[in-house]
């Protein structure tokens, strides 16, 4: 069944209408062709799921709730925090991070990155990024959406989670020079509730950059002797660490 976001203002019962964005209705009305009676799934990006009758096909789409339903969603919560990518790398990442459940996504510039910060935080890429995040969970049926930060400096979002309980946290630094530590070292704990792992752009990050992860909490571990290509590492770590913590 087709699926369609619309912005959350307020929890809807049997028998309420839906007005959709204007983006969805366009979809709906001149690409999809669906009219008056067709049943759809609305989405709210916050894990709710409407069943619902279209009642309204024009300029702007309605729809008659039907049923609500909640899917059960992780319990525990996986952030990536990622270095700016070149080129359409940037797009696949976030797409495929969206489609293996991860809960929230971090652009981060640090000193070997080839992206633009600028561009990112203008806004035109992060537009672009929440387009792809909505398309990833119409696709994959995910009920809520991967929050989507603007690009940020790559210490401030190693402080941001410099702070985090030891016993309900772990912290991975993903880091191509690591030699000794791998995942087969991590304890991952019964109470954990949320990871936080860090990916670093094509060209890597630096020693010093590494050692202010570490000096913030970050465990440092390799992802073994192959090398991979930036996005691939990224979509390897995510896997793995879902697969650890049982959501895979």
């Known amino acids: ?19 959709l964005p204007a983006s969805e209705s366009r979809h709906i009305s001149r690409v999809l062709r669906l009219s008056v009676g067709d049943a759809v799934e ?20 309605v729809a008659k ?27 696949t990442v976030v797409q495929k991070c969206t489609e293996l459940g991860v809960n929230r996504f971090i652009p981060f510039a640090s000193s070997r990155c080839q992206g633009k910060l600028d561009d990112l935080r203008e806004g035109k890429k992060h537009d672009r990024f929440h387009r792809i995040v909505e398309a990833a969970c119409k696709q994959c049926m995910r009920p809520d959406l991967m929050a989507l930060d603007r690009a940020a400096d790559y210490a401030a979002v190693v402080e941001e989670f410099s702070s985090l309980p030891v016993e309900s946290s772990l912290k991975l630094l993903f880091w191509e020079e690591e030699q000794t530590r791998t995942l087969h070292d991590i304890e991952v704990k019964d109470n954990l509730e949320r990871v936080v792992i860090l990916l670093g752009p094509e060209g890597g990050l630096t020693g010093e950059e590494a ?9 440092s571990v390799s ?24 959501n895979m």
């Open 1 to 19: 069944m087709r699926r369609f976001f619309f912005e959350h203002t307020a929890t809807y019962g049997g028998g309420d209408v839906i007005t």
């Open 42 to 61: 609305l989405l709210d990006g916050q894990g709710a799921v409407y069943s619902a009758v279209l009642t309204e096909v024009g300029t702007s789409v």
């Open 65 to 91: 709730v039907i049923s609500l339903s909640h899917p059960g969603e992780d319990s525990l919560q996986l952030i990536v925090g990622q270095g700016l990518l070149k080129g359409k790398k940037m797009d």
């Open 223 to 246: 992802l073994g002797s192959r090398i991979l290509r930036a996005e691939t590492a990224t979509l390897a770590a995510v896997s793995v660490v879902q697969y650890m913590t049982g």
């Open 211 to 219: 050692v202010l992860a570490e000096q913030a909490g970050f465990i």
